[in-house]
Structure formats: C-alpha cells, structure tokens
C-alpha cells in the first residue's frame, strides 16, 4: 500500500492525547532515507525509525487503533501503553524516569498509574 496511515491515542484517565502513531510512506518528506518510516509523536519528543519486513500488521494496528495491537508489533512504538493494564495514559499520567550510563542519556522507564513499570524509550 502506498498511502501512509496514521492513529491516535488517548488516555484512560483524562482522555488527552496520549501519543500520535504515524507509518510514513518512503515518498514522505520525513521518511528517513527514502525508507517506510515509524512516527511517534505527541508523548515524548519525536521518535522515528525505519521500518523494515512485512508492516501488514502495523498498517492493521494503525487502521483500527489498536494500541494492544501496536505493542504486540513492537513495544516501543506504543510506549503510551501499559499492558497490564491494557489501557493508555498521556505523558502526565505516567510518571517517566530517565536511566543515564556515565553521562549519556541511555533509556526511560515508566510507572502507569497502578505503578507498572514498563521500558518507554531507549
Ligand atoms: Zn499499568
Ligand atoms: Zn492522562
């Protein structure tokens, strides 16, 4: 398909955007290196990453919203979502620690509102 496809995702506690999932087309202008590129926005900063294989089931999870269904593809590519609780929380309602190695940024844990932690960013 060449159409890129798009979802957003809100959250269980306060209904805010929690995050907007974007699969950009290689032709898009920010597409990284002419290549289907992963969009995440709206949760922390912009992550974009190349996607390579099959996307049939990310193009199936973004058509339908299915934040379950985005984290079964790839956990970081709904990092909004706690699986054990199977809902989705904004920014504010995660609390968001950083992990740094030496001084270099390395990744971010999260804490859902029932204190589930989960990886968010790495
Ligand atoms: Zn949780
Ligand atoms: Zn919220």
């Known amino acids: 398909m060449a159409t890129g496809s798009k979802a957003t995702f809100h ?3 306060c209904n805010e955007l929690a995050g907007s999932v974007e699969l950009l087309p290689a032709s898009h202008p920010e597409a990284l290196s ?3 590129t992963i969009s995440i926005r709206d949760f922390i900063g ?3 990453e ?3 294989g099959d996307r049939g089931e990310l193009q199936a999870a973004l058509r339908e919203a299915d934040p379950a269904a985005l984290y079964k593809v790839e956990r970081l590519w709904a990092p909004f ?3 054990e609780c199977a809902r989705v929380y904004c920014r504010r309602h995660w609390q968001i620690f950083p992990v740094y190695d030496e001084n270099f940024y390395d ?3 999260g804490y859902c509102p ?3 932690k989960r990886l968010i960013d790495d």
């Open 11 to 13: 959250c269980a506690l």
């Open 50 to 52: 190349v996607i390579s």
């Open 46 to 48: 912009i992550e974009r």
């Open 34 to 36: 002419n290549n289907p």
């Open 114 to 116: 029932e204190n589930h």
């Open 107 to 109: 990744c971010s844990y």
């Open 81 to 83: 979502y706690c699986a």
